[in-house]
RNA sequence: GGAGGGAUGGCCGAGCGGACGAAGGCAGCGGUCUUGAAAACCGUUGUGGUGCAAGCCACCGGGGGUUCGAAUCCCUCUCCCUCCGCCA
């Protein structure tokens, strides 16, 4: 959520920047309009109540029945317009606040201008792709060949885009998980948190992905439950409605958890493989943080996703979203992109954003700078470390070898019993 | 799932239709005293909205209602506790 203060002092600022987003049907304007109207009645409201106390104390005072009956007569005809104003300023706060919750987040002065992903800037690539001496296979195939996942059965049991993996392919999801945990935890100084899947509405709401994006949720209308898209909506959450104490920030998270997406907007694209699926499973880092310090926070979570690639010995490149690309919620977002030689494409296994207040306003997170100053809306940010089903890809592609067997990275023996080959 | 009891400021806890943004205690902060500290004493301490401002308004778990007036009465939702049932 946008601060309304601002949009109010610059609105042509605002405007210009929801076309910049491709945006430009954000209810910016109504949102503006509703505001104004919002201010005009609750001042009248507000001058109501104020009178109606007046009369309310001095008939609490009144001894004389006569005269006491006299000022309650007089008074309960503005009572019922006061009655009607309140129901009119209740029902415009409710559509400002609508509005305010459909207007995207603000890009960061530094994010490139563009139109959609092809305007992305490429800002790093590390590691060189592996020459192969053999014809490589894709995942699927690798995979099934070494009874390892088993694509078939996953759709018997759940229907398209679910998977089953198997004996060693199980074990080395397992293991890239505890493995993930380990660095962020140990090496990073993340707190490993373990939170609910399943979510309440005012959840999604925090993070931004409702109202807008409910079409891309599962959801139980029985007990009005969500299934989470992704970590960062409960552990952003965590601290919803609270005002952290001085001495607080920052904090920093880590969190695994399967992640639900109908992707109902994606239907028929990426139909191979486990690329896109509607459960996967993800190591998500996030961070709250003091405003000021947000810029160099999110470099340093941008750099603890690539260490993980860098450690698992895969080649990769970072992506800068331009201005068509962000998140409805991200100020700026990098992508961290795994070289699948099998597929021959760069696999999006990490989005790693800043989000400054926008989240923390919706969630309402503050904290308190020191005692006795006023409470601060924090910054939030994450990035996943890594998304499970295309480390998996990225792995079996590029330590594929001619005999189809596949090379568990180093890194990851320790974590699978020593198993050095999976054939 | 069934029966009952609750939710008040950072914490504990009073209030059950008007004098209550809310007694009292604790904690915190400032001060007096002290070589320093403790104790004692005095003072102070919520969040937000609106307005140029003085100020005004809202908030006693959330939402709605009754009333001239609600922390207090009614409805509803959420959460917590006790007992019974069920359950990995």
Known sequence: MLDIKFMREN?????????????????????????????????????????????????????????????????????????????????????FRDAMLRIPNLPDPGVPVGKDEHENVVVKQWGEPREFDFTVLPH????????ILDIRRGVKLAGSRFYVLK??????????????????????????????????????????????????LYHDAEEDLWL?????????????DEILPPGSLP?????YTPCFRREKAAAGKDTRGIKRVHQFDKVEMVKFVEPEKSGEELMRLLDDAEDIARRLELPYRVVQMCTGDLSFTAAIKYDVELWAPGAGEWLEVSSVSNFKDF?????????????????????????????LPRVMIAILENYQQ????VVVPQVLRPYMGGLDVIR
């Open 11 to 95: 609105p042509k600022l605002v405007e210009a920047a929801m076309v910049q987003l491709g945006t430009a049907d954000a209810p910016v304007a109504e949102a503006l309009a509703l505001d104004a109207q919002r201010r005009q009645v609750l001042q009248k409201v507000e001058a109501l109540r104020a009178q109606r106390r007046a009369v309310s104390k001095k008939i609490g005072r009144t001894k004389d029945p006569v005269e006491q009956q006299a000022l309650i007569e007089s008074t309960r005809l503005a009572g019922d317009h006061l009655t009607a104003l309140e129901m009119e300023l209740r029902q415009i706060e409710s559509q």
């Open 140 to 147: 699927w195939e690798i995979g099934e060949a070494l009874d």
């Open 167 to 216: 004996g060693a392919g199980s074990h080395l999801q397992r293991a890239l998980i505890n493995w993930m945990i380990d660095i962020h935890v140990q090496e990073h100084g993340y707190t490993e948190v373990w939170p609910p899947v399943l979510v309440r509405s005012e959840t999604l709401v925090g993070t931004g992905n409702l109202p807008k994006f409910a079409e891309n």
């Open 228 to 240: 989470v898209p992704t970590a960062e909506v409960p552990v952003t959450n965590l601290y919803r």
């Open 251 to 255: 904090i920093y998270h880590v969190a």
């Open 359 to 387: 989240q923390a306003r919706r969630a309402n997170i503050r904290y308190r700078p020191a005692v006795g100053q006023p409470p601060r809306f924090v910054h939030t940010l994450n990035g996943s470390g890594l998304a």
């Open 402 to 405: 001619r005999d189809g067997s």
